[in-house]
């Protein structure tokens, strides 16, 4: 398959309006659309092809409300390494779309798979947790094309989600998104957008 410039362009421009949403809708994600969600996964690279991702979709009430739970412990925690000033503006952050997103998942990467036999994961063990980001980034850049936007809430208490999604404690929690469509979108992240943290050029360096 040899790629024209047209399709660079393309990718150019999901990339560069991939954002992290935390604004949604609450439109029900159509099946069609999920089933390429699920195909851009099946598509990801992982270390000796161990596919270590467990994938949870959170559909319950209940478990969404645990979730919530979650949330707003940590938020509240985590609040408190920032003066005053800071704090102001934290709590003028929408951190998560919890409560609106359609479709909520939580990845968790299961660190002694089967499936690859150790294949390059001996010095690197953390290879399988990078493999199940790669799967993520795969779903995000696949729900952009569809006008679907993608939230991760990283502010959870990880070592309390096995058990919060009652999933095999062995298993490492590695993410969990909020998916949907967006109210607005925009280029530039939120965070840059309000404020907090601009956009910062990449360094390179050579040796």
């Known amino acids: 398959m040899k790629f024209t410039s047209h399709e ?25 659309a999920r089933q390429l969600l699920h195909q851009a996964i099946e598509l ?49 952050l929408k951190l998560a779309g919890l409560r609106e997103a359609p479709l909520q998942i939580a990845f968790f990467t299961d660190n002694n798979p089967a499936a690859g036999r150790g294949l390059g994961r001996q010095t690197m063990q953390e290879t399988l947790v990078f493999s ?3 799967a993520i980034h795969q779903l ?28 095999d404690p062995d298993w490492q929690f590695t993410a969990y998104l909020c998916i949907g469509y967006p109210q607005q979108q925009d280029e530039l992240p939120e965070l840059h957008r309000k404020g907090w943290q601009e956009n910062e050029k990449t360094s390179w360096v050579s040796r």
Do not use: Q
């Open 8 to 32: 660079t362009d393309t990718l150019l421009d999901i990339l560069t309006w991939r954002r992290d949403v935390r604004h949604f809708r609450n439109t029900p994600i159509p099946d069609e």
């Open 44 to 92: 990801s690279p992982s270390v000796g092809n161990s596919r270590p991702w467990r994938i949870i979709e959170v559909e319950s009430p209940e478990a969404r409300a645990r979730v919530i739970a979650s949330h707003e412990k940590a938020n509240a925690d985590a609040v408190t390494d920032y003066c005053d000033e800071e704090k102001r503006k934290y709590f003028e």
């Open 132 to 134: 199940t980001v790669t």
């Open 140 to 167: 995000w850049l696949m729900a952009r094309t569809l006008n679907i936007g993608v939230g991760w809430v990283s502010i959870l208490e990880p070592e309390k989600m096995n058990a919060t999604l009652n999933v």
